[in-house]
């Protein structure tokens, strides 16, 4: 089982060529901000002790690993179980037709559809009615809407025609193999499906307080002659990320972000300058806080996670790996240095979950 899947660092091209800026100031391009002088462009807020608000971490249940486990068996049809009986717990495709006096009414039907008996997804009755129904067979439910429901069908009585299509066979170690090849022992690999959900938890945990420090640090600090040549290098990289990003859609840039951002063609232009000089600023606050801070990317650092990267990639050697996602030594320190500052900045950070 790969579990680095959850991070990995993104290598990016930097921006190859010259770009004019101000006479007598030193052209950057992102690659070069680990090296830059930044305290000359940003006075920076108060970063240690910042208070930073995010939800509470996840912590992963047994509940979480069987539904989890599910799912990807109800991937495979060899775990289609079309003569089970439903069990609590069970994870069963259903169809079903709602009606209310005999009428069928609007979001009643459904098809398909899947459903954990025991995870209240439905009205009371609605799966505890379930149990003990073979797949294949029809289960006839009276049942009544909440009085706190929506307005329309608010305690009323209805009717729930369902059909049980399959259920999700059980797991055992003879048939764990064919989930995931490298297990051969039920246990073993629920410890590392729980394993591998707490890790995303966790660095989805890790990621929220990141994205609560930008705007903190970027809005309270104060900044003064951005290189325009760095702004410009961040906007390229973004205009590069986007387009390929909408090839795979298999549409142009403009389409792309109109279709997922609301952005017309002659709104593209000024969104990329707003975003790159966000990057800019996040960049250089960064950089003035590693300097500060003493907190440097040594060669040997970035070689060890270049490896890292690789071999989770699965490129065959570095040079593989870059040919591949291209990128330079400069944009990996570039990331690495990121991840460190953000790092400090949480350990001294007074953090409130809600």
């Known amino acids: 089982m790969k579990t680095r899947w959850m991070k990995q660092i993104v290598v990016v091209a930097a921006i190859c060529g010259t770009i004019l800026t101000g006479c007598g100031e030193k052209e950057y391009t992102t690659a070069d901000v ?3 002088d930044a305290s000359k462009y940003v006075t920076l807020t108060e970063y240690k002790g910042m208070a930073l608000t995010v939800a509470a971490r996840e912590e992963i249940t047994d509940a979480d690993v069987t539904h989890y486990v599910q799912l990807k068996m109800n991937e ?3 775990f289609h179980d079309a003569e089970g009986v439903v069990e609590d717990g069970d994870l069963v495709n259903i169809s079903y037709v709602g009606t209310i006096d005999d009428v069928a009414f609007d979001g009643g039907t459904a098809n398909d559809q899947m459903l954990q008996i025991g995870s209240g997804q439905y009205i009371d009755g609605f799966e505890s009615g379930l149990v003990g129904y073979k797949a294949g067979e029809t289960a006839v439910l009276n049942l009544k809407f909440p009085e706190q429901y929506k307005e329309d069908l608010a305690g009323k009585d209805c009717v729930f025609t369902v059909t049980i299509n399959y259920v999700v066979s059980d797991l055992t170690n003879e048939n764990v193999a064919q989930v995931d090849a490298e297990y051969s022992d039920v246990d073993s690999y629920l410890a590392a499906v729980k394993s591998m959900l707490q890790e995303s938890a966790d660095y989805q945990y890790h990621y929220n ?4 420090i930008a705007p903190k640090l970027i809005d309270e600090s104060t900044f003064k002659n951005i290189p325009e040549s760095l702004t410009a290098s961040f906007k390229q990289e973004l ?3 986007f387009t390929e ?5 298999d549409m142009d840039l403009n389409t792309f972000m109109e279709n997922n951002y609301g952005l017309t063609e002659d709104k593209v232009d000024d969104a990329f300058n707003r975003m790159a000089e966000q990057c800019a ?3 250089i606050a960064l950089q003035a806080i590693a300097q500060k801070e003493n907190i440097q990317i040594t060669e040997e650092e970035a070689k060890a996670s270049l490896q890292q990267e690789a071999e989770a ?4 050697s570095v040079d593989e790996y870059i040919e591949k996602f291209g990128g330079t030594m400069g944009d990996l320190k570039l990331n690495l240095m990121y991840d460190k500052v953000y790092d400090f900045i949480i350990e001294n950070a007074l953090i409130t979950e809600s």
Do not use: N
Not at 245 to 249: E, H, L, N, R, W
Not at 313 to 316: D, Y
């Open 34 to 36: 680990p090296e830059m």
């Open 313 to 316: 990639a699965g490129a065959a």
């Open 239 to 241: 205009t590069d990320r």
């Open 245 to 249: 990003t909408a090839k795979g859609y």
């Open 281 to 283: 600023k996040e960049a």
């Open 76 to 78: 495979l049809d060899q």
């Open 209 to 212: 307080l990141k994205t609560a």
